[in-house]
Nanobody, 115 residues
Framework: QVHLVESGGGLVRTGGSLRLFCVAS????????MGWARQAPGKQLELVAF???????NYSDSVKGRFTISRDNAKNTVILQMNSLKPEDTALYSC?????????WGQGTLVAVSS
C-alpha cells in the first residue's frame, strides 16, 4: 500500500506563487510516473503535470511555462512549483503515483487564487 500526503495549498492572489508537496509513505523510486492532477468545482479532472523516474516531465498546456514538477527521491517527495497563478488555477490538487500500473492518490490540497 502506498500513502501519499499533499501539503502546501492555500489562498494566494493572482500572480502569486505556491509550492505543493507530496510525500510518500515509502520510497518513490518504485512509483513511475508521479504527477499532479486538479479538479475545480463542476469541472473534470485535469492532469496537470507528471515526472518519470528518470526525470522526464510533461505539462498540460494550461500550466506549461508556469508550473514546474520535480522529485526528491531521497525525501520521497514530489514538488509542484506554481508561479504566475491565475483564478482559473483554483482547484483541489491531488498527487498520484503508479506502481506496476496501479494508481495511488492522495487526498489533495486546496489552492485558491483570488483576482
Amino acid at each position: 500500500q502506498v500513502h501519499l500526503v499533499e501539503s502546501g495549498g492555500g489562498l494566494v492572489r493572482t500572480g502569486g506563487s505556491l509550492r505543493l508537496f507530496c510525500v510518500a509513505s515509502g520510497s518513490i523510486l518504485n512509483l513511475n510516473p508521479m504527477g499532479w492532477a486538479r479538479q475545480a468545482p463542476g469541472k473534470q479532472l485535469e492532469l496537470v503535470a507528471f515526472i518519470t523516474s528518470d526525470g522526464r516531465t510533461n505539462y498540460s498546456d494550461s500550466v506549461k511555462g508556469r508550473f514546474t514538477i520535480s522529485r526528491d527521491n531521497a525525501k520521497n517527495t514530489v514538488i509542484l512549483q506554481m508561479n504566475s497563478l491565475k483564478p482559473e488555477d483554483t482547484a483541489l490538487y491531488s498527487c498520484n503515483g503508479f506502481r506496476d500500473g496501479v494508481p495511488y492518490w492522495g487526498q489533495g490540497t486546496l489552492v485558491a487564487v483570488s483576482s
